[in-house]
């Protein structure tokens, strides 16, 4: 079965630092990539996914990530974080055809310091 | 508003219970999910629909029971099996496809319900 791993469970910086939350998944074939966000008090949405193309795939609010094949990663990374951008970050994989195959990390729970 | 309505937010269940949960959503999407968020342990599925009068079990369905009568509805039952039913539930929902673009089975999310025993 497949399998995601998040490399942090609670990251703390400070505004203006960059950011980079680490993604690892467990499946050799196709897989499509996302990364959800959870503001606190609200819904689960998308931030950014890949699902072909160029690896590294451009979201919301100026995150990106890059999906490293041969490294089975899709790291998410943003070059100055903002006291905004507190909230639960979940990275997930659909690796077939249907929605039984979507699999979330454990999520990272991201603090910004003002 | 398109989107998806969970409710009640928040909900308490008594020993030897049942409850139920309701899913509503009017994106006219085929395929909806429900998902169990605990801390640090991420989403796990519960029980995914693909189309009306269809559902199949996830990683972790003991003790909860779902239907499917309507596109737009997707009812969760926590039972009384369910010995560990605090938790946050979520609802998604995506369009449906066997090959291409819909394959890729975004999700979209509903705003959830906090579920407690007293």
């Known amino acids: 079965a497949q399998s995601v791993s998040q490399h942090n469970h609670h990251v703390i910086l400070s505004e203006a630092a960059s950011l980079e939350l680490g993604c690892n998944y467990s499946?050799?074939?196709?897989?499509?990539l996302f990364w959800y966000v959870q503001y606190p008090g609200q819904h689960l949405q998308l931030l950014l996914k890949?699902?072909?193309?160029?690896?590294l795939v451009k979201g919301i609010k100026g995150f990106e990530a890059e999906f490293i094949k041969s490294k089975f990663s899709f790291n998410l990374r943003k070059p100055s974080v903002q006291w905004s951008d507190t909230a639960e970050y979940f990275c997930?994989?659909?690796?077939?055809?249907?929605?039984?195959?979507?699999?979330f990390g454990p999520g990272t729970r991201l603090s910004v310091l003002p | 508003d398109g989107g998806i309505t969970q409710s009640p937010k928040y909900l308490f269940r008594k020993e030897g219970q049942n409850v139920t949960l309701s899913c509503e959503q009017n994106?006219?999407?085929?395929?909806m999910y429900w998902y169990r968020q605990d801390p640090g342990q991420g989403l796990r599925l519960i029980y995914y629909?693909?189309?009306?009068?269809?559902?199949q079990k996830g990683d972790i369905a003991e003790g909860y029971s779902v239907s499917r009568e309507k596109k737009e509805s997707f009812p969760l039952t926590v039972t009384s099996a369910q010995k560990n039913p605090t938790a946050f539930y979520l609802c998604?929902?995506?369009?449906?496809?066997?090959?291409?673009?819909?394959?890729?089975?975004?999700?979209?999310f509903g705003a959830g319900t906090r579920l407690s025993v007293l």
């Open positions: 998604a929902s995506s369009l449906r496809g066997t090959s291409g673009e819909l394959a890729k089975n975004i999700q979209y």
């Open positions: 499946y050799g074939g196709t897989v499509n």
């Open positions: 890949y699902f072909s193309g160029d690896p």
């Open positions: 997930a994989v659909n690796s077939g055809n249907y929605g039984q195959n979507f699999v």
């Open positions: 994106l006219n999407h085929d395929a």
């Open positions: 629909s693909q189309i009306v009068n269809d559902f």
